[in-house]
């Protein structure tokens, strides 16, 4: 079932993903060489609370960090350790939730660290871009197909393949609700979308293969063919005349 959030939810959403939004471009800043995964959480979370915020993922499901921090082959949900340390050429892909004022918003962005290859900064534009327009095609009547298709379709012609087995969802008065929102699909199909839905959407896209799978950890999902993946998603509200993202 779809869920509805009223005005004043909304608002403390906003606000929320304001404060999110912030401390995603702050660990960004703070990815190079030499540094950490553990040191990138600490910083994530004494952000979020500092602001008056609660990190979701701790703790949901047993997750024991505030961030998901996925390096090159890895697509997301990699806890971070001390032993993991950032080199340059690198990718790490960023993942946070936020509660603030009792509300959950959802970000990510996969950064590079020091200097990658050409085809690698092709594959963070080519995401990047991809989850801007599957947010272009979404407003009150359209559906997640609509969404999918947009996303799939751009991912493909630039030769890079969407993971399958990983979607967006409903986000807002907890970490994950309904519904699934697949980054591939058919035009015209799919659950429609209403105005006042909040959703976490995020393409993952590989260089190589679509297909992932979950490693010895129990959390870490990595591509299945060793290539490299990235990871953007935001947070967006539903209108009748499009969607208003609101992790800026």
């Known amino acids: 079932m779809n869920i509805i959030k009223t005005p004043e939810e909304i608002k403390k959403m906003k606000r929320g993903g304001a404060i999110l939004a912030r401390v995603v471009k702050k660990v960004a800043k703070a990815a190079k060489p030499g540094v950490s995964t553990q040191y990138l959480n600490e910083v994530a979370e004494q952000l979020i609370l500092k602001a008056g915020g609660r990190p979701s993922f701790k703790g949901y499901e047993g997750y024991p960090a505030a961030t998901c921090l996925s390096v090159n082959n890895e697509v997301v949900h990699t806890i971070p350790r001390p032993e993991k340390i950032l080199h340059d050429g690198d990718i790490v892909g960023i993942d946070i939730g936020l ?3 009792g509300m959950y ?5 996969t950064v590079m660290v020091g200097k990658v ?8 534009e080519v995401t990047a871009k991809a989850l801007r327009l599957g947010i272009k095609q979404i407003r009150a009547g359209a559906t997640t197909g609509d969404y999918g298709y947009a996303v799939q379709h751009y991912v493909e012609k630039h030769g890079f393949s969407v993971v399958r087995s990983l979607v967006g ?3 807002g008065r907890s970490v994950h609700e309904a519904p699934q929102i697949p980054n591939y699909g058919t035009k015209g199909t799919g659950t429609v979308f209403q105005a006042g839905m909040t959703l976490a959407l995020e393409p993952m896209v590989n260089i190589g293969r679509h297909e992932v799978a979950t490693l010895e950890d129990g959390w870490t999902i990595a591509t299945v063919d060793g290539s490299l993946s990235a990871h953007f998603e935001d947070t967006i509200v539903v209108t009748n005349k499009g969607a208003e993202v609101i992790t800026q």
């Open 99 to 101: 509660v603030f004022d």
């Open 105 to 109: 918003t959802d970000m990510a962005r």
């Open 117 to 124: 290859s050409r085809r690698v900064k092709k594959l963070l």
């Open 169 to 171: 969802h409903g986000v």
